[in-house]
């Protein structure tokens, strides 16, 4: 809590033209966001209880779309990621700093 996913989320929105606000969809689980040329998908699963939630939500449509998924708290659903992704990894270091690790998986 309070590392900055979701700050990072506005700025990579941002670089890919997303002109409208950029929030947290913690309650709404997944918010949709509009590039000029994509779609992203910006998930939240921190309040889900089991993976059945996820698929009842019908994830599949959206981490199979095509479209960018970016997704906060991805722990909560590991045996439902894709075989290939990119993990960020954003560990606090100090009051206004952190350290980011970035692996393709």
């Known amino acids: 809590m309070g590392a ?6 506005k700025v ?8 409208e606000p950029v929030t947290s969809p913690t ?11 994509n779609t992203i998908y910006h998930f939240d699963f921190y ?4 993976q059945t939630e996820a698929l009842d939500m019908g994830y599949e449509e959206y981490f199979y779309s095509g479209a960018y998924c970016f997704i906060e708290w991805p ?3 590991p045996g439902l990621l ?11 270091t100090g009051p206004n700093s952190r350290q980011i690790i970035i692996q393709k998986i």
């Open 12 to 19: 990579l929105c941002e670089n890919l033209g997303v002109t």
């Open 82 to 92: 894709p075989d290939r992704y990119v993990s960020v990894r954003i560990h606090v």
């Open 75 to 77: 722990e909560k659903i």
């Open 27 to 37: 309650f709404s689980i997944v918010n949709e966001y509009r590039g000029p040329a």
């Open 4 to 9: 900055g996913k979701t700050t990072l989320i």
């Open 47 to 50: 309040r889900l209880k089991n």
